[in-house]
């Protein structure tokens, strides 16, 4: 074999606990480059997920007879596993097994003693979900270690990858039980960095002075942070999202990662005729919510901004959305401004009132009782965004130039008002919005430049840095504008930020026009076809370093 020569997996098996479990950015992340990688290599391609559906199927699993694994996973159950194949409704199809790993509770302890002798990992301090991530790890490795034997031929090429600290077990099994199955496992976010920004101590400023090991203690981390960072200084290839997640890792978990960007696959953006359509129907889903709460509608030429994601106020930067909002307020923008929220709360279902309005075909000149939100909330009084919006004042009265609506809930197309998916939604919108503090890559921002929505981000999200590392992202006419953000400059960001949206609101149509193209062309570039390699280079990596372990050349 020459030494230039790129190996190629004849087997790749990949584990995430959001395999066919919609969670969030890992499972856009899986997803999206499974039609990428199965066009290489075919059934070679397994990806291996938690068994979680008991009472419906799961809507992202196609149980099917018509895959290579069948056979295997009859032999699987007499191992005792409890396996059920098919493939993931995704492009591409990729086969896939769902473990059941709760068969393996009544060993949990056994497993962990062994992996305290085998790699020192500690879990004694262990709480909340770190059983039921670590037995899915043991149980998915069990998975690989079988498949390995009966499907793979003598001399395969063979990655095992594995994603998120959840998974971190199975690296440490097979390493230890199968050393000729060459490992990867990649942080999407260290389990210690998220802790500090989720405890509002300030990360960046600090992270060569922080120990990881100490944080970990500090912030009742320790044994998710024990298994995380055996795994990634063991792993035949350890590789994270970006270049500012990678300086997280080599701080705390003290090994330098890969970088291998996060790719986005824009087949299913409408385009043409077909993207007009979607966006003219957005247009009008959202005028006629802003007129049913507040008995207005919004003008023609009204500006909406979005922002999306997990209910993380700090990280994802709700915080600063909601602050540069009411700095705009104070400027008496030219054009109205009607900001959606697009967050998942603790939801209960569509508001009544604004449910019958919505659905019939009066026009309202007067609104709703608090028009500011449209689900109702099990925790009204503590949800950290209402509480937010109305310490700030918002009323949504007619003559408000700047309006909030906040949609506490997941937008798949079933959420009993507006009823459309998440994407069309944003087919709709003209700026979107992402000033996140902790954001490992940032997939909000790329899908909104697919969808030729200008965004503005941060450069702390992954996503924001490459974008800068292109040459773009000064303006907005770049199709993104990625505002410098630090542990200690929240207020000039949200004054850069509401500049930014004022500007917006200023500009000539020709000038949106062109941001709006801007937009594309960096999310072309920033296809999966594009990313790809940096994977190839992950596993050519992880199996010369397998070969050389079990003395192949």
Request: overall charge neutral.
């Amino acid at each position: 074999m020459k030494r230039d020569e790129v190996l190629v997996p004849d087997f790749l098996f990949e584990v995430s606990w959001e395999v066919c479990n919609k969670v969030g950015g890992i499972y856009a992340v899986l997803s999206t480059k499974a039609a990428t990688l199965k066009n290489r290599l075919g059934d070679g391609l397994v990806f291996i997920g938690p068994d979680l559906w008991t009472e419906q199927e799961s809507p992202f699993f196609l149980p099917s007879a018509d895959t290579t694994l069948t056979a295997w996973a009859e032999q699987a159950r007499h191992e005792g596993l409890k396996v059920r194949v098919g493939r993931w409704n995704v492009p591409g199809e990729p086969q896939v097994v769902l473990v059941d790993f709760t068969v393996f509770y009544p060993q949990k302890n056994a497993v962990y003693g062994q992996m305290w002798e085998w790699y020192g990992v500690n879990s004694l301090a262990a709480y909340g979900d770190y059983d039921e991530g670590c037995t899915f790890a043991y149980a998915s490795a069990r998975v690989i270690e079988s498949m390995y034997k009966h499907l793979c031929p003598q001399r395969s090429k063979v990655v095992a990858h594995f994603n998120e600290w959840t998974t971190g077990m199975g690296v440490l099994y097979l390493r230890h039980q199968l050393p000729s199955v060459a490992t990867m496992f990649t942080t999407h976010a260290t389990c210690v960095g998220r802790s500090i920004c989720g405890n509002n101590k300030p990360l960046y400023d600090y992270l060569p002075g922080y120990n990881g090991d100490q944080m970990a203690d500090e912030l009742n981390m320790t044994s998710k942070h024990s298994v995380e960072k055996r795994a990634a200084q063991l792993a035949d290839c350890f590789t994270t999202v970006s270049d500012i997640t990678a300086a997280e890792c080599n701080q705390l978990l003290e090994r330098m990662p890969l970088v291998t960007p996060n790719g986005f696959e824009s087949g299913f953006v409408p385009r043409g005729t077909a993207f007009n359509h979607t966006r003219k129907e957005s247009r009008e889903a959202f005028s006629r919510l802003v007129e049913c709460l507040t008995g207005c509608r919004p003008a023609d030429d009204a500006l909406f901004v979005g922002t999306a994601g997990r209910c993380e106020f700090k990280n994802k930067g709700l915080d600063i959305f909601l602050d540069t909002l009411a700095k705009l307020r104070s400027r008496h923008p030219r054009r109205e401004v009607v900001a959606f929220i697009m967050v998942p709360g603790w939801v209960q279902e569509a508001r009544a009132d604004v449910r019958s309005r919505y659905e019939s075909n009066a026009t309202f000149t007067s609104g709703c009782s608090d028009p500011v939100f449209t689900h109702a909330v099990h925790n009204y009084f503590e949800d950290v965004i209402l509480n937010r919006i109305h310490w700030l004042g918002f009323q949504n009265l007619a003559d408000d130039k700047v309006k909030v609506i906040y949609i506490p809930c997941y937008l798949n197309g079933d959420d009993g008002l507006l009823n459309r998916s998440y994407y069309s939604l944003l087919a709709g919108l003209d700026l979107t919005i992402y000033p996140s503090y902790y954001e490992p890559w940032g997939y909000t921002p790329m899908e909104s430049c697919a969808f030729g929505v200008p965004t503005i981000t941060t450069s702390l999200s992954g996503f924001g840095m490459w974008c800068r590392s292109i040459g773009k992202g000064d303006v907005l006419a770049d199709g993104v504008a990625v505002v410098p953000r630090t542990d200690s400059s929240y207020d000039e960001v949200v004054g850069r930020i509401a500049d930014l949206v004022q500007m917006m609101c200023d500009s000539p149509s020709a000038d949106i026009k062109i941001a709006r193209q801007e937009a594309r062309k960096i999310a072309t570039r920033a296809e999966w076809k594009n990313f790809i390699k940096y994977y190839y280079q992950g596993y050519d990596m992880a199996l010369r370093k397998a070969q050389s372990r079990i003395g192949l050349k």
